[in-house]
């Protein structure tokens, strides 16, 4: 059964992010709060994790289009091919923020996304991620939950994600109502930034 464990975005509560931090690390797996709707997300150097997810989710890990939660954008470079300036003015502007950027992926992505020619970036503007993230000391690799109510796409209340995902997860952290917006989706591998996905913030572009 997951354990529900209530962390403030004001003052996420050390501890507590070192707790999350362990079940991480253990490879389990948790689902979060964001700048947006509730993520599922784990350690992505965990393959057994990851497997978990994919299974989740219906996909196979090798095609899956997981989101890389990073602290900031100095992850970059270990996940992404060499970018241009304009590219790397456009992620500044923007974030940390509600966007998701897809870039081509580099040689440095994990063994088991090896296959995958590009990369979707997440920096979530929500201090409990990012404590996650940095007291992990690598990114998250997460995934939106989504609902099968036809009105609610996205549940936001951390109690009814726990009974529904009580099974499924080691963890779920409830940071509050969670939105029912996802993030805005950003194709930055051409020339041209294009947007895959209307969704929370006004683009910078």
């Known amino acids: 059964m997951a354990e529900l464990i209530k962390i403030y975005e004001e003052n996420p509560n050390a ?56 602290e900031d954008l100095s992850n970059l470079s270990e996940y992404a091919k060499q970018i241009d300036n304009s590219t790397f003015k456009i992620l500044k502007r923007n974030l940390p923020g509600p966007y998701t950027f897809i870039l081509p992926g580099s040689n440095n992505l994990p063994s088991v996304f090896k296959k995958k020619k590009t990369v979707g970036i997440r920096v979530p503007d929500n201090s409990i991620c990012q404590a996650i993230v940095n007291k992990l000391g690598n990114p998250i690799v997460s995934t939106s939950i989504k609902d099968e109510d036809e009105v609610i796409e996205y549940t936001t209340d951390p109690e009814l994600i726990l009974e529904k995902w009580d099974k499924l997860v080691d963890l779920v952290i409830d940071g509050g109502y969670g939105d029912n917006v996802a993030s805005t989706v950003v194709d930055l591998t051409t020339d041209t930034p294009e947007i895959i996905r209307e969704g929370k913030g006004d683009i910078d572009l």
């Open 15 to 70: 501890k507590d992010i070192a707790k999350v931090v362990s079940v991480l690390k253990k490879g389990g797996l948790i689902i979060y709060p964001t700048d947006t709707v509730y993520g599922l997300g784990c350690d992505i150097t965990n393959n057994s994790a990851l497997e978990k997810i994919a299974k989740i989710k219906g996909v196979k890990l090798d095609k899956a289009n997981f989101s890389f939660i990073c």
